[in-house]
């Protein structure tokens, strides 16, 4: 059964800080994606990634930026966390073929105080 | 104009009615047409995919799809009060999911 893992449900941060967000997929999938989620704006993406190494930026990538350093693992990185950017994180994963349906994570609701 | 375009909600409906969620759409690229479901705190789970126009059934849903018209529908026939949670169109196109902001139903007993 496919499992896309979010290291955290709930994540409180201040404002500034250096923030991590992991996802880990066991579905040996080579796309990865990060969206976030807000009410009325829907699922945005805000980057994602064809393979280890390799990124994408998606519809909103700044102030983020993302590491693939593993097939498994694909982190996203608030470099300085702004009250902005309080929101719910998604992560999903999709095989190379495409003609697929994502897999998603249960999120992570991250608040920046 | 937004590629994608899905009332909000919320939409309330008593046990047993037929439900109708609809998304419409501006790109005539997208390639997969697809209907996920997400309850609270929970991430979206795919409920169903098409590729063609017509119908796809599913048990108590079915998928409709209409490309000419560029529009898509989700039906919920004798609707449960489990089935109440946001319900979010997706379009794929070029290995990407391009998401509507998402319908969120109660389902009422």
């Known amino acids: 059964d496919v499992k896309v893992t979010q290291s955290s449900r709930y994540l409180v941060k201040r404002t500034g800080e250096k923030v991590f967000l992991e996802c880990v997929q066991d579905?040996?999938?080579?796309?990865m994606f990060w969206y976030r989620q807000d009410p009325g704006l829907g699922l945005r993406l805000i980057y994602f990634?064809?393979?280890?190494?390799?990124?994408e930026k998606g519809d909103i990538p700044e102030g983020y930026s993302v590491s693939r350093e593993k097939k498994e693992r694909f982190s996203l990185i608030l470099e300085s966390a702004s009250t902005n950017q309080t929101s719910m994180y998604l992560c999903?994963?999709?095989?190379?073929?495409?003609?697929?349906?994502?897999?998603f994570g249960d999120g992570t609701r991250l608040s920046i105080l | 104009q937004k590629e994608v375009e899905q009332d909000p909600g919320p939409l309330s409906v008593p046990e047993g009615a037929i439900v109708s969620l609809n998304c419409t759409y501006s790109?005539?690229?997208?390639?997969?047409f697809m209907w996920y479901r997400q309850y609270s705190r929970k991430g979206p789970e795919l409920l169903m995919y098409?590729?063609?126009?017509g119908n796809k059934e599913d048990g108590r849903f079915t998928a409709q799809v209409d490309k000419s018209s560029k529009y898509i529908s989700l039906f919920i026939r004798d609707s449960q009060p489990s089935d109440s949670a946001t319900y979010l169109c997706?379009?794929?196109?070029?290995?990407?999911?391009?998401f509507g902001t998402g319908t969120r139903l109660q389902v009422f007993p």
């Open positions: 999903a994963t999709l095989p190379l073929s495409g003609n697929q349906p994502q897999h």
């Open positions: 579905m040996d999938h080579e796309n």
């Open positions: 990634s064809y393979d280890v190494k390799m990124k």
């Open positions: 790109n005539s690229a997208f390639q997969y």
């Open positions: 098409t590729y063609s126009s």
């Open positions: 997706a379009f794929l196109h070029t290995d990407k999911l391009i």
